[in-house]
C-alpha cells in the first residue's frame, strides 16, 4: 500500500480539551499527532459530519496556554481526526499554522 500522508507521525500521549459551539467541551487524548493534524482519542465521539461545516474545533493542551483551530476531517469508534486550520493574519501577510 502506498504510503499517502503528507507528515510523519509521532506518538505523543496529552490530554486535551476540544471546545466545539454546538458540542461544548470534550475531553481526549492525543495519541499521534504530524506536522499536518493529530488523532485524539475520545470516550463520547461527537456527532458532527466532517466537511460540512460543523466540524471546527478549538483544541487546548491541558498544561499549556495555546489554542489551535482545527477542523474535522475523519471519525472513528475511539476517536476524531483533526487538522490545523490555516488562518489569515490580520495584516494580509499570509497565514498562521
Do not use: W
Not at 29 to 49: A, C, K
Amino acid at each position: 500500500m502506498v504510503e499517502r500522508r503528507l507528515h510523519e507521525r509521532q506518538l505523543v500521549d496529552a490530554r486535551v480539551r476540544l471546545y466545539h459551539p454546538v458540542h461544548g467541551p470534550l475531553d481526549g487524548m492525543i495519541r499521534d499527532m504530524s506536522g499536518g493534524g493529530v488523532f485524539i482519542s475520545l470516550e463520547e465521539i461527537p456527532e458532527i459530519h466532517p466537511g460540512n461545516g460543523d466540524g471546527r474545533f478549538e483544541l487546548k493542551l491541558m498544561n499549556m496556554d495555546v489554542i489551535f483551530d482545527m477542523e474535522c476531517i475523519r471519525l472513528t469508534n475511539d476517536g476524531i481526526v483533526l487538522i490545523f486550520v490555516e488562518e489569515e493574519l490580520e495584516d494580509g501577510a499570509g497565514t498562521l499554522q
